[in-house]
């Protein structure tokens, strides 16, 4: 079992930087995948990044390929999803997953476990 808590979110201005945390409780987050997806009003939660389980494999959608940044810290229980150039489409909930796999998966139903998400909100 994985408990995952979310922190990180706010409100920032269009070029903006925000950096996400995502901290898992237990003894083997090192053997998950973590994923980042995220959900605007109305819209379907879709993918933004995955992590493979030490960080030697990421993969992200192209609507944030090359602003987004996904990394980890096993020692701390940590995942991150730095988002620079932001932009007012960005404007989220954004929510961190974890699946006990090696593999890189990109759909919700990968995931059995999720945070509560954290609110993003980019201003033009």
């Known amino acids: 079992q994985v408990q995952l808590v979310e922190s990180g979110g706010g409100l920032v201005q269009a070029g903006g930087s925000l950096r996400l945390s995502c901290a898992a409780s237990?003894?083997?987050?090192?053997?998950?995948?973590m994923g980042w997806f995220r959900q605007a009003p109305g819209k379907e939660r879709e993918f933004v990044a995955v992590?493979?389980?030490?960080?030697?494999?990421?993969y992200y959608a192209d609507s944030v390929k090359g602003r987004f940044t996904i990394s980890r810290d096993n020692a701390k229980n940590t995942v991150y999803l730095q988002m620079n150039s932001l932009k007012p489409e960005d404007t989220a909930v954004y929510y961190c997953?974890?699946?006990?796999?090696?593999?890189?998966?990109?759909?919700?139903?990968?995931?059995?476990?999720w945070g509560q998400g954290t609110q993003v909100t980019v201003s033009s």
């Open positions: 992590i493979n389980w030490n960080g030697g494999s990421t």
């Open positions: 997953a974890a699946a006990n796999t090696r593999l890189l998966r990109t759909t919700n139903t990968s995931y059995p476990y």
């Open positions: 237990g003894r083997t987050f090192s053997a998950y995948s």
